[in-house]
């Protein structure tokens, strides 16, 4: 598949393996799609081994928005996870009238701004997406949370060849830049498929590392695979 033929603004459906330490633990599904005019991402994720299925995790994004010249720009956002019957909620609301944005959490609420040009959890990858596909390597995105926008600083390097379940693709690795800090997240975003990631790995040094790699991939309806095997 060509990259004239992909773009952020197409919906597709990925389902990625979730690894904890190098085996595999969790699997989750996220999507892209229009629906009554505006956009709804979703992710969907399960425990499928070990403690993760054991303890019945469960966990369900959902970020509904519109593009604006190209950026995604959030409306609303919420987040359920379950572990062990125990939920933990919290939601967010963008007032672009306002350039506020009202969370909901387990300890209250909280209003912050601005609302333009910050991104949800979930659409945060949409914004990677953009600026890759824009041919930037170095840039920052304001990310909200429960209680506070924060700016995540981050850095491209050299297009790589990357193997995985779906076949050999050309990736843009992409790191977070931390100060002072035992945790990195890195992802290697597929170049040919307007940078959708492949791969994503978040974790601390001296603590466990969570690893997601893709096992299929739908774009606009059509199934993505790639000819062969990466060269050895």
Known sequence: MQAAETGIEVPFDAVYQVYVDGKPRMET???????????LMSNDGKG????PRMLKFRNHERSEGEF?????????????????????????????DENSI????????????????TVDPLSLTLAMRHHLG???????????????????????SAPENLDTDLGCFEVVPL??????????????????????????????????????????LQIDGKPVTASADCPS
């Open 175 to 216: 790191k977070r830049i931390r100060k002072n800090s035992t945790r990195y997240s890195q992802g290697w975003y597929a170049s040919e498929l307007a940078h959708i990631p492949l791969r994503l790995q978040h974790g601390k040094e001296g603590g466990k590392e969570f690893e997601m790699r893709i096992t299929s």
């Open 48 to 51: 499928t081994k070990g403690l």
């Open 134 to 156: 824009a041919g930037q390597t170095g840039f920052q995105i304001k990310l909200v949370d429960e209680t506070e926008i924060d700016l995540h600083d981050y850095q491209a």
């Open 68 to 96: 604006v010249d190209g950026l995604f720009q959030p409306h609303r956002y919420s987040s359920e996870t379950r572990v062990a019957g125990k939920d933990d909620l919290w939601s967010a609301e963008f007032s672009l």
């Open 29 to 39: 599904r996220i999507s892209l799609a229009r629906k009554d005019g505006h956009w």
């Open 102 to 117: 009202t969370t909901q959490h387990e300890d209250g609420s909280a209003s912050l701004e601005p609302a333009a040009g």
